[in-house]
């Protein structure tokens, strides 16, 4: 088990199948990497005692129709487990480089599997992964799912989703309103399993007593309001109803995908206590294992901070937030330094790359709805063959 770092967390998690998907293709999965604790099924939340290896939680949401995204889901919490279970960390900065190779092994092996079973082209899955690790978040983030930290009644966002309609709202090319009616809000621009080789973003984030975690897949914050979520943390303290209570809103709302939460509370005296500064979120580069050195990086600047928005119920208390409510991450005030009219012009490269970005994945996403498409009509007309077979049979 290890030193007792006087940090507990209370965690719980739950998925459901929302009301028109046949197939949840969700998963999300609670690992204490210093005990044997291993679970996607929970009745109830379970308490843990931080230890030195730390606590990683995980949620993947699969795509890639019939049930290829529920294998790519699973197989990524599997080998992003299995992978951080089998190594022991040296300090914060190894954890990361673990964590980022752990879910760079999970595209390996999705990617992999995809190429060569027919069944299986073209699935992917989101992955968002919360370690919490010497009383620090470490968030890895692939795709779109989320990870909130709720502290002092205020909801904040650690996490950028990696979406065409993010990317267009962060480049002023359209409000958050206005994505909310975005033909193409669907459209990703990294998932495991569906690109040879994905970038990781890194994040940490220094925990404070009382905490709570939420990370979810885009069937709850897709149709539940930050600000919904946020009421919900504040008047259902037990994180069994909060869960239970979000999954409800989203269901309430249609619930048109699958929806999983994850929720942990941090506590122990160990921890700073939170205060009335808004949270800062901190891209994290840990540098790269020199016996790794074949994988491309992408280097972040670690000294880059940017703002989380927090999302306050209270709308007569002064807390810093988008015109319209949504929890957004802004850059620092040191990175508008410098701008000139050229603006214009790197936005604009910036809107063709994305653009670029988004319809690669598109199309291949549309290619593996046409394969599944081509394979339903094969087993049609295989199966009225037969029948008419066996009609003319004496």
Same mark, same amino acid.
């Given at each position: 088990?290890?030193?007792?770092?006087?940090?507990?967390?209370?965690?719980?998690?739950?998925?459901?199948?929302?009301?028109?998907?046949?197939?949840?293709?969700?998963?999300?999965?609670?690992?204490?990497?210093?005990?044997?604790?291993?679970?996607?099924?929970?009745?109830?939340?379970?308490?843990?005692?931080?230890?030195?290896?730390?606590?990683?939680?995980?949620?993947?949401?699969?795509?890639?129709?019939?049930?290829?995204?529920?294998?790519?889901?699973?197989?990524?919490?599997?080998?992003?487990?299995?992978?951080?279970?089998?190594?022991?960390?040296?300090?914060?900065?190894?954890?990361?480089?673990?964590?980022?190779?752990?879910?760079?092994?999970?595209?390996?092996?999705?990617?992999?599997?995809? !190429?060569?079973?027919? %069944? $299986?082209?073209?699935?992917?899955? &989101?992955?968002?992964? /919360?370690?919490?690790?010497?009383? #620090? @978040?470490?968030?890895?983030?692939?795709?779109?799912?989320?990870?909130?930290?709720?502290?002092?009644?205020?909801?904040?966002?650690?996490?950028?989703?990696?979406?065409?309609?993010?990317?267009?709202?962060?480049?002023?090319?359209?409000?958050?309103?206005?994505?909310?009616?975005?033909?193409?809000?669907?459209?990703?621009?990294?998932?495991?399993?569906?690109?040879?080789?994905?970038?990781?973003?890194?994040?940490?984030?220094?925990?404070?007593?009382?905490?709570?975690?939420?990370?979810?897949?885009?069937?709850?914050?897709?149709?539940?309001?930050?600000?919904?979520?946020?009421?919900?943390?504040?008047?259902?303290?037990?994180?069994?109803?909060?869960?239970?209570?979000?999954?409800? !809103?989203?269901?309430? %709302? $249609?619930?048109?995908?699958?929806? &999983?939460?994850?929720? /942990?509370?941090?506590?122990?005296? #160990? @921890?700073?206590?939170?205060?009335?500064?808004?949270?800062?979120?901190?891209?994290?580069?840990?540098?790269?294992?020199?016996?790794?050195?074949?994988?491309?990086?992408?280097?972040?600047?670690?000294?880059?901070?940017?703002?989380?928005?927090?999302?306050?119920?209270?709308?007569?208390?002064?807390?810093?937030?988008?015109?319209?409510?949504?929890?957004?991450?802004?850059?620092?005030?040191?990175?508008?330094?410098?701008?000139?009219?050229?603006?214009?012009?790197?936005?604009?490269?910036?809107?063709?790359?994305?653009?670029?970005?988004?319809?690669?994945?598109?199309?291949?996403?549309?290619?593996?709805?046409?394969?599944?498409?081509?394979?339903?009509?094969?087993?049609?007309?295989?199966?009225?063959?037969?029948?008419?077979?066996?009609?003319?049979?004496?």
């Amino acid at each position: 088990m290890g030193k007792d770092l006087g940090i507990s967390l209370s965690v719980y998690g739950r998925t459901d199948v929302g009301l028109i998907r046949e197939h949840n293709e969700d998963n999300f999965l609670v690992s204490d990497l210093s005990g044997d604790l291993r679970t996607n099924e929970m009745g109830r939340p379970v308490d843990i005692a931080l230890g030195e290896r730390g606590v990683v939680l995980l949620v993947c949401d699969g795509m890639g129709g019939a049930a290829a995204g529920e294998v790519a889901s699973q197989m990524a919490v599997e080998t992003i487990s299995s992978s951080m279970a089998a190594q022991i960390p040296s300090n914060r900065e190894h954890f990361a480089r673990m964590l980022r190779g752990s879910i760079e092994d999970a595209n390996d092996k999705i990617y992999a599997q995809s !190429r060569d079973n027919q %069944n $299986e082209r073209g699935m992917g899955t &989101t992955c968002t992964a /919360a370690a919490i690790v010497d009383g #620090n @978040l470490v968030a890895g983030q692939i795709g779109d799912s989320r990870c909130y930290v709720f502290r002092n009644g205020k909801l904040g966002m650690v996490t950028k989703d990696q979406s065409l309609a993010w990317q267009l709202i962060e480049a002023g090319a359209m409000t958050h309103e206005e994505a909310k009616g975005f033909e193409h809000a669907n459209i990703i621009l990294q998932a495991l399993g569906v690109q040879e080789r994905v970038d990781v973003v890194l994040s940490q984030l220094p925990l404070c007593k009382g905490d709570i975690l939420l990370l979810s897949s885009d069937g709850l914050h897709g149709p539940v309001s930050d600000e919904i979520i946020a009421s919900t943390l504040i008047n259902e303290p037990d994180l069994k109803k909060a869960g239970d209570t979000l999954i409800a !809103r989203a269901l309430e %709302n $249609e619930g048109p995908d699958n929806v &999983t939460v994850v929720l /942990a509370r941090v506590d122990g005296d #160990n @921890l700073a206590a939170p205060d009335s500064a808004p949270v800062m979120f901190h891209a994290f580069d840990p540098g790269q294992d020199p016996a790794d050195a074949s994988r491309p990086r992408v280097a972040l600047n670690e000294k880059e901070t940017v703002e989380v928005r927090l999302v306050n119920p209270d709308h007569n208390a002064s807390v810093p937030t988008s015109d319209d409510g949504i929890g957004t991450l802004r850059p620092s005030k040191s990175e508008h330094a410098g701008k000139s009219s050229s603006g214009s012009v790197v936005t604009f490269v910036i809107l063709t790359l994305v653009a670029a970005l988004a319809a690669g994945l598109y199309l291949r996403m549309e290619r593996s709805r046409g394969l599944e498409k081509e394979r339903e009509s094969l087993r049609q007309s295989q199966a009225e063959t037969s029948e008419g077979q066996v009609r003319e049979a004496p």
